[in-house]
């Protein structure tokens, strides 16, 4: 397991230094949580995001929540989220 983490861990960080400043925070805020936590990205997620004003961009809250969306789909096709069924 070690040696998988150690193959992983490079692509990742690669791929968030690439992360604009907001989309970071909102990882972090993720990475603050117990390892398997289960978030219900509509209900809880984003909507943390907006009370910390990760996503607030002046926008309307619907655009937020969109904002709010197409950050957890980036975090989830990069594999720093994970989907669950």
């Known amino acids: ?14 791929s968030y230094r690439e992360f604009p400043s907001r989309l970071k925070r909102c990882f972090i805020l993720c990475a603050s949580f117990p390892k398997d936590y289960i978030f219900d990205v509509k209900d809880e997620l984003i909507f943390l995001w907006m009370s910390r004003g990760y996503l607030n961009q002046g926008n309307k809250d619907e655009e937020v929540e969109q904002i709010g969306q197409e950050y957890s789909k980036i975090l989830v096709s990069r594999s720093f989220l994970q989907e669950t069924t």
């Open 1 to 14: 397991m070690e040696d998988v983490k150690q193959q992983l861990f490079p692509h990742l960080f690669i």
